[in-house]
């Protein structure tokens, strides 16, 4: 077993926000270390990229130049979910976008912060403004200009298609590419790791 019993059996001793229904958590532990799980369940606020993360990369415009982007649902499905559980979720980017500024609207982001040249110097101020400890931020990131904020936090990940030289500065690479469910794969291993995630599997 690669995942952490004590962690598992801590958090089902305590009430959860979601009826457990038979949750299988070893179904999604077992795919990390017990170091990736031990540091997902002291996560209080999930901050990421959004090209690259919540999509594949590219930027598409059609003819009067209007860019278009493609997200995943399974990610916007979850954000609910973390946000019930106290988890804050939030987009840092170094672009501007109108149709992320809708999207993230849509998913009722705590905040969404576009057009960033200094990353670690928002994600401080933010980490000041709702009174994390770096243990307590995780953030996903899949090129150099995230390299900043991986320096701040306490648990970093990017995507399995990221940069491959970020791949041995992060503490996790999904398994999931960007655009594919990257936020959904690590709001599952945050909250399964908190005790706090409903069942997928009912019997």
């Not at 997200?71 to 979720?89: E, W």
Request: charged residues 25%.
């Amino acid at each position: 077993m690669v995942w952490d019993q004590e962690i598992v059996s801590s958090n089902l001793a305590t009430p959860t926000l979601f009826n457990p229904y038979f949750v299988s958590l070893k179904q999604i532990l077992e795919r990390y270390t017990r170091d990736q799980v031990k540091k997902a369940a002291q996560v209080k606020a999930i901050f990421f990229d959004v090209d690259g993360v919540l999509t594949d990369g590219k930027i598409i415009y059609d003819d009067s130049g209007r860019e278009i982007k493609e997200f995943n649902v399974k990610d916007g499905l979850i954000i609910s979910y973390l946000k019930k559980a106290g988890i804050t979720v939030g987009a840092i980017s170094g672009r501007e976008s109108a149709a992320v500024s809708k999207r993230c609207a849509e998913l009722d982001l705590d905040f969404c912060h576009q057009g960033i040249l200094d990353k670690g110097s928002v994600c401080e101020k933010l980490m000041i403004h709702y009174k994390l400890k770096p243990k307590q931020v995780a953030f996903i990131g899949d090129d150099i200009n995230d390299l900043p904020v991986f320096k701040i936090v306490g648990f970093t990940i990017c995507p399995a298609d990221a940069m491959v030289y970020l791949h041995n500065r992060v503490d996790l690479v999904t398994f999931a590419k960007g655009g594919k469910g990257v936020l959904r794969e690590v709001a599952d291993l945050v909250l399964a790791a908190k005790g706090q995630l409903k069942s997928l599997n009912r019997k």
